[in-house]
C-alpha cells in the first residue's frame, strides 16, 4: 500500500541553524501539508501547498518556514533559523485531487530538537 | 471554527470491553474524518463519513453522523491492547485544504 515518507525521522540541531525536513507523498497526490505537534500538545496545521503554492498557511507558518517541491517527489520544509521552540514532530500529509474528500495520509514524522 | 472536539478527554476500558467517543463541531461540513494516533507516532486515517451519510462501519469501527446536531461518534467493539492510542476527529468543509485537530481522547485499554 502506499504510504508517505519522511527523512530524517529525527533530526538534531543548534538553535540558529536552517534544517530541511524531507517527505515523499504519495505518488498521485496533489495536495501536501506539513503539520506539527509540540510533545504533549495538538496537533498543529502549518500550510497547504498544491499547484506549486501555497494554499494556506497558519499563523505559525512565518517567514522562517519555507516549502519547497523541487521535483517530482520530494515536498521540503526549511526553517531557516531554528528556535527551541520548534522543537516538536513534524508531519507530512498528502491527499488526493479531489476537494469533496481531503483523506489526509500522514508521514511517520520528524522529530525535529533543536539544542 | 472547524475544529472538532472530542469526548471523553480519556477513557479507560477493560479488553473486549466497547468504546466510544463523541466529535462536536460547529460549522457545516462536507465529510468527517476520524484518525488514531499511538504514542509519539503518525496518524492513521481510520474512515471517513460524507455529509449524506449516517452510519458507516469499517471492520470493528462504527462511525455515526448527526449533521442536524452537529456530532460524531466512534465506537471501537470487543477493544484490544494495540487500540490503545488518542483518536481525533477532523471535520471537513467544502474546498478546505486543512485539518484541525482537537485535543483528541485519550483511550486505554487495559490487558
Known amino acids: 500500500e502506499p504510504e508517505v515518507t519522511q527523512t530524517p525521522s529525527h533530526q538534531v540541531t543548534q538553535m540558529g541553524q536552517e534544517v530541511i525536513l524531507r517527505c515523499v507523498p504519495i505518488s498521485n497526490h496533489l495536495y501536501f501539508y506539513w503539520y506539527r505537534q509540540i510533545l504533549g500538545q495538538k496537533v498543529e496545521f502549518l500550510v497547504s501547498f498544491y499547484n506549486n503554492e501555497i494554499s494556506e498557511k497558519s499563523e505559525i507558518f512565518d517567514d522562517q518556514f519555507s516549502v519547497e517541491r523541487p521535483d517530482g517527489s520530494n515536498f521540503t520544509l526549511k526553517i531557516r533559523s531554528t528556535k527551541l521552540e520548534d522543537s516538536a514532530m513534524y508531519f507530512c500529509a498528502s491527499s488526493e485531487p479531489s476537494l469533496s474528500s481531503n483523506e489526509q495520509f500522514f508521514g511517520p514524522g520528524t522529530r525535529l530538537t533543536v539544542l | 471554527s472547524q475544529q472538532g472536539e472530542e469526548d471523553p478527554q480519556a477513557l479507560s476500558i477493560q479488553e473486549g470491553e466497547n468504546a466510544t467517543m463523541n466529535c462536536s463541531y460547529k460549522?457545516?461540513?462536507?465529510?468527517l474524518q476520524w484518525y488514531r494516533q499511538n504514542s509519539g507516532r503518525g496518524l492513521v486515517h481510520l474512515i471517513l463519513?460524507?455529509?449524506?451519510?449516517r452510519e458507516k462501519h469499517s471492520g470493528r469501527l462504527r462511525v455515526t453522523l448527526d449533521t442536524s446536531k452537529k456530532s460524531s461518534s466512534l465506537l471501537i467493539t470487543a477493544s484490544r491492547a494495540a487500540d490503545t492510542a488518542s483518536y481525533f476527529c477532523a471535520p471537513s468543509v467544502a474546498g478546505g485544504f486543512k485539518t484541525i485537530f482537537g485535543a483528541g481522547t485519550r483511550l486505554f485499554v487495559k490487558a
Open positions: 460549522t457545516s461540513i462536507n465529510n
Open positions: 463519513i460524507r455529509s449524506n451519510e
